[in-house]
Every structure is written in structure tokens, then in C-alpha cells.
């Protein structure tokens, strides 16, 4: 009887996680077409499309790639658009390739940071310089190595107008080298499918953003506080979006996929060290519920390790339980344009993530706190200053 309860409970913690997730995948979709978002009369519709829109980069040591993510930005069609990089104490050779792409189109600007201010994240500083420096009606924070389609930027702002909202975000793609790698993004994509789905619904208390493509209104930034706000805030991106629903502001969601391919990592060895700074971060550094949280991880990923050991029917259902993932991970893989096969690794990237999660904490507290841009902040430090 206990190992039906023990077992049973586990499959029925699984199947918790992963059928609601199903729910959710109605309002997690791509970014709709140009032509399905300009209506039929065509002219009257097309002067919705703002005016400007200031795009400011936070970039430090990008010499591989921020010329690329620069250029990709300028060949953005139909707006009209001010690029802002804020060159955060680089020391290799970024300097010299914006100075370069500024003489090559006005429309790049530079804003140079030489020494961080006491109380600051370096990022965090970078995006308010270039966010004070904006002119446009729109504000886009993205990162100095993601790679947008000619025509993203266009199709969001269309996408505001439509739906009257103030804030559009869509998830970081990834130019993956391997099937591990699209495993763990569909993993990933799992993991935040309800806050799309809120924020999509208009849910009262969700709200969702990310640092890859962070698009909102000049005056619901200014409004909200903006990065005067998140000076200590490691997940900065996600808790702007905290602080423009708290302002009462509305924000829309989407799956990135190729139109915002981003570089910063592309192997699962590569995802789990990008996520050492950010696992704990999302928790404020609260260890009680890091704990509770890993513990709870390890217990359900022994019960399906465990249970075709027991020989009982519950037993099974919990070992088979975790493959309930692989049918939201393949309609996911769909609207990726991805083969769905990639799918049925995605039960497997489970104990992945939760290492991840694990690595973060003891990498966090071994350490003292993080490094970030070759600056180290202590936990105390950044414990006082997140925005909760």
C-alpha cells in the first residue's frame, strides 16, 4: 500500500506538471507574420507601425559577434530605428569594430562605461545608460549576440498596436550544434509556457520577459521605473516585466525560434554554465526554497528510476510518467520548425535541468555570490537589492 501511495503520487505529480503545460501550449505560439497581422485595407492599418524605435545593446568583450547582431539590427525593414550600444569596459577589440560601424550609418550610436558605479550590475547600468540615451517611442533591449530577422522588429510593434499592449518579449532561439542542445531549449520552453500563457491571457499577477528580445513603450519604461529599479537584479529581464505589470501595463509573449537567433551558448555543458548565475537568482538566493525545490526533484527523478523495480503497477506509471513531456515537447519542436523526433529526448533533459538548478545554488554559495562581466557581487549584496 505505501509503495502504491509513494509511487502513484509521484506519477501524479508528473502528469500535474506536464498536462497543464499542454493547456498552456493554446497561448504559446511564434510571432504571426507581417501579412497576417497588416488587415486587408492595407494602408490604413500599415500606419500603425511606429515611428522609431531606439534599440540598445549592453555589450562587453562581443568582438565575435556584435558586428553581426549590429548589422542584422540595421537591416530591420520598415521602422525606422536608432541603435544605442553601450560599450560596457570591453578590452578587447569591441571599441575599435562600433567605432568603425558608426562612421559606416548614423543610426549607430555608441555610449562608452570605463568604471561601474558602487550599487550596480555592470549589464543592468549599461541598459539604463542607453535606455536614458533612447530617443524613440519604443525601447528594444536585446543582447550583443542574437540575430534578428529583417522583419521581427516590424511584426512586433505591429503586434502592440493590434493588441494594445505595452511590453513584447519572445524567447532566446539557439543556433544548436547538437540534439541534446534543442532537447534542453524544448525543456526550457516547457518551463515557461504557463508564464506565456498568463501573460497572453492577461492574467492578473503574470508577467514575463527576457533579455533577448525586451520590446516596450518609451513612456510604460519610464513609467514602470526601469533599470533605475533593478540595479541589483540578476534576472533583470524577466523582473522588467515584473515591474510593468505591477504598473499596470500589458505584455505579450512569443516563441522566438529563428527570429532571434542568439549565440551565447549551444552545447547542454554550455547551457548549464550560463545558468550558474541564473537558477538561484530566480528563487532572490533563498535557500530554504532551493532546498525544498531540489529535493523534491531528486525524489520524483528516484521514484521513475525506481519504480519498474518494484514491480508494481504504480511503480510502471511512475517510471512512464515523465514521458507525458514528450507530446507538448513535440508540438513545441513543430512551431520550431525542428523534426518532432527531437522530442523524445526532452524526458531525459529533466535531471539535466535539475542539475542546473543544483549547480547554480552550490556554485553560488561556494563562491560567496556571482561573477558577471568580470565583476564579482556578493550574495548579501544581491540579496538586498532584488526586486521580488
Known amino acids: 500500500m505505501a509503495i502504491a501511495l509513494i ?10 506538471m506536464s498536462l497543464p503545460t499542454l493547456i498552456h501550449l493554446r497561448w504559446v505560439r511564434r510571432l504571426p507574420s507581417l501579412e497576417a497581422l497588416i488587415a486587408p485595407e492595407g494602408a490604413q492599418s500599415e500606419k500603425k507601425i511606429p515611428a522609431r524605435c531606439s534599440v540598445v545593446i549592453a555589450a562587453r568583450d562581443e568582438e565575435m559577434r556584435v558586428e553581426q547582431t549590429v548589422r542584422h539590427l540595421l537591416a530591420q525593414m520598415g521602422v525606422e530605428l536608432e541603435i544605442i550600444v553601450v560599450d560596457d569596459r570591453s578590452t578587447d577589440q569591441t571599441s575599435d569594430i562600433l567605432k568603425r560601424l558608426v562612421e559606416q550609418d548614423p543610426r549607430v550610436r555608441v555610449k562608452r562605461v570605463d568604471a561601474l558605479p558602487e550599487g550596480w550590475l555592470g549589464k543592468c547600468h549599461a541598459c539604463r545608460i542607453g535606455a536614458d540615451a533612447a530617443t524613440g517611442e519604443w525601447i528594444l533591449f536585446t543582447d550583443a549576440d542574437c540575430w534578428l530577422k529583417p522583419d521581427v522588429l516590424a511584426r512586433a510593434l505591429c503586434l502592440a498596436e493590434r493588441e494594445g499592449a505595452d511590453h513584447v518579449t519572445l524567447t532566446p532561439g539557439i543556433a544548436a550544434r547538437t540534439l541534446g542542445a534543442r532537447a534542453w531549449h524544448l525543456a526550457f520552453l516547457l518551463t515557461v509556457a504557463n508564464w506565456m500563457s498568463g501573460v497572453n491571457r492577461d492574467r492578473p499577477r503574470a508577467y514575463f520577459g527576457l533579455g533577448a528580445f525586451n520590446l516596450l513603450r518609451a513612456t510604460a519604461y519610464r513609467e514602470c521605473g526601469g533599470y533605475e529599479s533593478l540595479r541589483l537584479t540578476v534576472l533583470d529581464d524577466v523582473k522588467l516585466g515584473l515591474l510593468l505589470r505591477r504598473a499596470g501595463k500589458r505584455t505579450r509573449g512569443f516563441i522566438g525560434g529563428d527570429d532571434v537567433e542568439c549565440h551565447w551558448s549551444t552545447t547542454v555543458t554550455g547551457m548549464i554554465r550560463l545558468m550558474e548565475k541564473n537558477y538561484f537568482a530566480a528563487v532572490d538566493f533563498r535557500l530554504g526554497i532551493a532546498v525544498a525545490t531540489g529535493m523534491a526533484g531528486v525524489l520524483l527523478l528516484a521514484a521513475a528510476v525506481l519504480g519498474p523495480l518494484t514491480g508494481t503497477k504504480a511503480g510502471l506509471v511512475a517510471a512512464l510518467a515523465p514521458f507525458s ?9 513543430g512551431r520550431l520548425g525542428w523534426p518532432w523526433p527531437v522530442a523524445l529526448l526532452t524526458p531525459f533533459m529533466l535531471p539535466v535541468l535539475l542539475y542546473a538548478m543544483l549547480n547554480s545554488v552550490f556554485t553560488t554559495l561556494r563562491r560567496g555570490g556571482i561573477w558577471w562581466r568580470d565583476t564579482f557581487y556578493a550574495i548579501e549584496v544581491l540579496r538586498k537589492g532584488a526586486v521580488r
Do not use: E, K, R
Open 7 to 16: 509511487f502513484g503520487g509521484a506519477a501524479t505529480v508528473f502528469f500535474a
Open 325 to 333: 513531456f514528450i507530446l507538448p515537447a513535440g508540438i513545441l519542436a
